[in-house]
């Protein structure tokens, strides 16, 4: 067993893509439209889908925005350096929510953006 995918439901699907694409480096794998459901799925991520978990983004075409909920933590995603990648993600416009650095009572060195509709991603050091 293994992870397939996580979901998202975004208001602005190329909006959402080029986030995930141009700030966070990953693929756009696959993308159809479902015009009987009104609906746009596109699939991203760092590897294929055979092999590795991937990104899910839910366009439903008549809905403008959404209620996030208090349910949802975050997306979290391995980093080589959180300090760069927070850097390259704040000169192409994307938003900060915590500046990179050792979390609490760990020897972990983390940050957190947002998303265009909002969503947390939390991005990690890993060796």
């Known amino acids: 067993m293994r992870i397939l995918h996580t979901m998202l439901r975004v208001s602005d699907l190329e909006k959402a893509i080029s986030f995930y694409t141009d700030m966070l480096g990953m693929r756009l794998l696959r993308r159809r439209d479902y015009p009987e459901g009104k609906f746009t799925l596109a699939f991203l ?14 366009h439903n ?3 403008t925005s959404y209620d996030l909920g208090t349910g949802f933590g975050h997306i979290a995603i391995g ?10 993600i704040k000169s192409k416009g994307g938003h900060v929510l915590r500046e990179p650095g050792p979390m609490k009572h760990t020897n972990s060195v ?8 909002g969503y947390r991603i939390e991005l990690l050091n890993t060796p």
Request: charged share 35%; glycine share 6%.
């Open 45 to 58: 991520g760092y590897g294929e889908e055979a092999q590795e978990s991937v990104l899910e983004l839910t």
């Open 61 to 63: 075409w008549e809905v």
């Open 79 to 88: 980093v080589d350096d959180v300090y760069a990648a927070c850097d390259r």
């Open 110 to 117: 983390l940050a957190f953006i947002e998303d265009p509709d």
